[in-house]
């Protein structure tokens, strides 16, 4: 997943990236509203953590405007400010989760895992194609009596095939999804993952065929 961070405390933006990535999402940092104007012209993302008090503005004309225009990426706020009527007219504005300053970084975790869920419509963690399990809380592929343990950018890779089994992705797609744009990879490092992940599905009902010119998709072996 791509998230894009608009925090304009430089140290706990640090740390936030930090751990996102170590949970295998692409971040994108800004720490101005313009700065984030600029990204989102020129990358999609899958989730906002939106800070508040900004020094070009206030992250709720943020929100409203990027609700007004229908955009449907999802909302965390980063707020300071606890009171009730704070938290709720927040949300009346759109945003679809909020967490107070200070907070522990698992529950911003947890955070970021139930909005996404209730974004692709999802109960659970787990997402199934053909006889394989992708369970994305434990990051393991279970299949055939197996369990394989995933490391984190093949777990969001094959998050990206499995909500959208059939769907072929071009290799440019792929890269947009894994790295941000401070990442320093090529395509080549896709091909390295798809490679990866090949052999994480031998066995499995499930494999990842490569549609000549046009990319990768996730079809039944």
């Known amino acids: 997943m791509r998230f894009l961070l608009i925090e304009d405390n430089m140290q706990l933006a640090a ?6 990535q170590l949970d295998g999402h692409a971040v994108d940092h800004a720490d101005t509203l313009e700065a984030a104007e600029d990204l989102m012209a020129v990358a999609s993302f899958d989730l906002i ?3 508040i008090m ?4 206030d992250g709720r004309s943020f929100l409203e405007r990027h ?3 229908q955009e449907r990426v999802p909302v ?3 707020t300071a400010r606890s009171a009730v009527s704070d938290r709720v007219g927040l949300l009346d504005l759109g945003a679809d989760d909020y967490i107070t300053k200070p907070f522990d970084f698992s529950e ?3 955070r970021c895992r139930a909005v996404l869920r209730r974004q692709g419509g999802a109960a659970d963690n787990q997402k199934s194609f053909a006889d394989t399990v992708l369970d994305s809380a434990s990051a393991e592929l279970r299949f055939a009596g197996q369990v394989i343990s995933l490391r984190n950018r093949e777990l969001r890779l094959l998050e990206v095939f499995f909500n959208a089994p059939g769907q072929v992705f071009a290799k440019s797609h792929l ?3 894994l790295f941000s744009l401070s990442d320093e990879a090529s395509e080549n490092a896709i091909e390295v993952y798809v490679g990866r992940l090949r052999k994480r599905l031998e ?3 499930a494999r990842i065929e490569t549609v000549r010119g046009l990319g990768y998709r996730l079809v039944t072996a």
């Open 15 to 20: 740390n936030i990236v930090e751990r996102l």
């Open 203 to 205: 066995g499995s009902g």
């Open 67 to 69: 609700r007004q225009a």
């Open 54 to 57: 900004l020094p070009d503005g």
């Open 76 to 78: 965390i706020v980063v």
């Open 175 to 177: 890269m947009d999804r």
């Open 108 to 110: 911003l975790e947890a």
């Open 49 to 51: 953590l939106l800070d």
